[in-house]
């Protein structure tokens, strides 16, 4: 079992920049791979990056390859989603979600809002 928090979220202007952070909690938790997902108003859910915790290999969407990046501190239990040179498209709701290595991703976070204004 893993439990999620996201926080970092806001509104900003397009063109800046905010990091998003997920506290993870639970065992054994080298064995997940997390990710950034979103889901605009209206839209479906989107992929939007992923990391491994014992590795730190890294998968991004197209639509944020260069802008977008993700990274992890393992002593702290927490992802980050560094986000810079913001456009309005990029609005939506961000969820944290855990995989284990292999597998769906069954473990996701709260949600944190995310509001790019141009």
């Known amino acids: 079992q893993v439990q999620l928090v996201e926080s970092g979220g806001g509104l900003v202007q397009a063109g800046d920049s905010l990091r998003l952070s997920c506290l993870a909690s639970g065992r054994a938790l080298s064995r997940y791979a997390m990710g950034w997902f979103r889901q605009a108003p209206g839209k479906e859910r989107e992929f939007v990056a992923a990391?491994?915790?014992?590795?730190?290999?890294?998968y991004y969407a197209d639509s944020v390859k260069g802008r977008f990046a993700i990274s992890r501190d393992n002593a702290k239990n927490t992802v980050y989603l560094q986000m810079n040179s913001l456009k309005p498209e990029d609005t939506a709701d961000y969820y944290c979600a855990a995989a284990l290595l292999g597998g769906e991703y069954g473990f996701w976070g709260q949600g944190t809002q995310v509001t790019v204004s141009s």
């Open positions: 990391i491994t915790w014992s590795a730190g290999e890294t």
